[in-house]
């Protein structure tokens, strides 16, 4: 006889929309340890995860020998930024009494210029005119007695008591007193009419230039402080830049040991790094500034968190009750529901993948159980819908063909219309009864004529997992034979992923009111 393929029922009965996740615990509030060196360091010593410290005591410590290094050559810096700054300050000290001398000086020699100019008005000019004056009334007197003189001696010589030559010299002195009184009046015109006002120019002319002078002075004296004073203030800067510097080194130096800001039990932070990996903390590995290296919970609580596909992040909102399943304490389910679901992708999924957007999501913890630890790995089952009584079939079941969405029964193509799903389940809404049996592969060549898997467009295929649960519930189709149909597909491969049958399929969920991402059960568990 012809041998079966797979096939599955359809089911009438309660169905769970869900939405699953891996993640981890963590506590709700909790002290974080964080690394403050700058740029990227090397952990040198780690404290082992779960130990009990206390406030103050040494949990890491991170290698900062570039660090000290550079302090060394900064110190030598900062050495003659200081040196140059008290240079400067000198400098500027010294300008401040030299400026008050060379002011001091100049207002002198003003004092000077204006002493010389009344000292001439009132005083020699006055005994120049009274000289000359004096100097001419001499002359006069002379003049007189060598004409009295000259007179008396001609007298003389008249009657032949004095020589000829006698004569001739009495009146050669009267000639020369009467020239000298001339060029006396003539010197006293000439002081007059040019040495006095050229006097009195030349004087008015020194005070006038030692009012510039001392205005000269001034301005240099201000200009020089002011270039003192900008280079004092440029060179204190200097320093205190140094200063600081030297300062943050050495800050960096201490921050280098990390201690604990309080006493609790050290946990190791779980982040995903830039290109997808995780960043994991050991001795060793390499760190970033303001990466959080450890945390130390506090009492208040447990939290789940997961990252969520950006293709389910629609279904989810605060409020939503979930199931936990921590993998450390198997057989025990945790109830909580959605606290927080991020606005914005994480930043940090686009380096693994550039096309995938993942979503930070937090779900709180109601019945906490002892044995749970931060850190620990955990599912969670973000419940999306409780369907109470619906028709549904297995997704492998479900097929897309051109605009349709089809099912093989008996080896004939169905179609029908969907609902929602979750990772194994897709509700029917038309098209097939309970207790039908749908053929999990399709027949041979379909593929091939442009048919495709609908849960190949629902769940991306780098998450697909086993489908050996949905195919340890099937049975054998009868009177549909193997020969007809691949095992799992054409060639036995899963089928081909085209972006239209993605974004066919995606739009029909959208319109069914969309499925879950992974997992869920028909029965809610």
């Known amino acids: 006889s012809d041998t079966g393929i797979l096939g599955a029922e359809v089911r009438r009965g309660p169905l769970t929309i869900s939405v699953v996740q891996r993640g981890n615990l963590s506590a709700r509030n909790s002290a974080k340890i964080t690394n403050s ?3 990227e360091s090397q952990i040198l010593f780690l404290i082992e995860e779960g130990s009990a410290v206390s406030k103050g005591q040494l949990v890491a410590e991170l290698d900062a020998s570039a660090l000290i290094d550079r302090k060394i050559g900064q110190e030598i810096a900062t050495e003659g930024a200081k040196a140059t700054f008290i240079n400067a ?3 500027y000290r010294i300008q401040e009494s030299q400026n008050t001398s060379d002011v001091a000086r100049a207002n002198q020699n003003l004092e000077f210029a204006k002493t010389d100019l009344i000292k001439y008005v009132e005083g020699d000019w006055p005994q120049q005119l009274q000289e000359a004056d004096e100097t001419i009334e001499i002359a006069k007197e002379e003049l007189a ?4 003189r000259l007179e ?6 008249e009657k032949g008591f004095l020589t000829r030559t006698e004569l001739e010299s009495d009146e050669l002195q009267y000639s020369r007193s009467t020239i000298r009184l001339e060029q006396n009046k003539r010197n006293k015109d000439l002081l007059i009419k040019y040495d006095n006002p050229k006097e009195l120019a030349v004087l008015n002319a020194d005070v006038t230039e030692a009012i510039r002078e001392l ?3 001034k301005l240099q004296a201000e200009a020089r402080l002011v270039e003192k004073k900008s280079s004092m203030r440029s060179a204190k800067s200097k320093a205190d830049f140094e200063i600081e510097r030297l300062a943050k080194l050495e800050r960096q130096i201490s921050n280098a040991k990390i201690y604990a800001p309080e006493g609790g039990m050290v946990v190791y932070s779980r982040s995903e790094g830039r290109r997808g990996s995780e960043n ?8 970033y500034e303001r990466q959080e290296l450890m945390t130390i919970p506090r009492t208040g609580g447990m939290l789940a968190e997961v990252s969520l596909h950006e293709s389910v992040i629609k279904k989810v909102t605060a409020g939503q009750k979930c199931r936990i399943f921590v993998d450390a304490i198997p057989g025990v389910t945790l109830h909580g529901e959605v606290e927080f679901v991020a606005l914005l992708p994480d930043k940090n999924s686009w380096w693994s993948n550039p096309n995938q957007r993942l ?3 937090r779900v709180s913890i109601f019945n906490e159980n002892v044995d749970m630890r931060p850190g620990m790995s955990c599912a969670v089952e973000i419940i999306v819908a409780e369907l109470a009584d619906t028709i549904y079939m297995p997704l492998q079941a479900a097929f897309t063909q051109g605009n349709k969405t089809i099912c093989f029964v008996d080896g004939q193509v169905v179609e029908v219309e969907i609902g929602q799903s979750n990772e194994k389940w897709i509700e029917v809404i038309s098209g097939v009864d309970p207790g039908t049996v749908v053929a999990l592969n399709p027949p041979a060549g379909f593929l091939a004529e442009g048919g495709g898997r609908a849960d190949a467009a629902i769940v991306d295929e780098n998450d697909v997992e086993d489908d050996s649960d949905t195919a340890a519930e099937a049975t054998t189709a009868p009177g549909v034979h193997e020969n007809d149909w691949g095992a799992n597909g054409e060639d036995g491969e899963r089928p081909e992923i085209t972006p239209e049958m993605r974004e066919r399929f995606r739009a029909m969920r959208g319109q069914g009111g969309d499925g879950g991402q992974r997992g869920g059960s028909p029965h809610g568990g």
């Not at 007695?145 to 009295?148: H, L, N, S, V």
């Not at 994991?280 to 760190?287: K, L, M």
């Open 89 to 91: 300050e000198q400098g």
């Open 359 to 361: 979503f930070r999501t």
């Open 37 to 39: 060196l700058e740029g």
């Open 280 to 287: 994991i903390i050991e001795e060793g590995a390499r760190v």
């Open 145 to 148: 007695q060598a004409k009295d």
């Open 215 to 217: 205005e000269r002075v």
């Open 152 to 157: 008396w001696s001609e007298k003389l010589y």
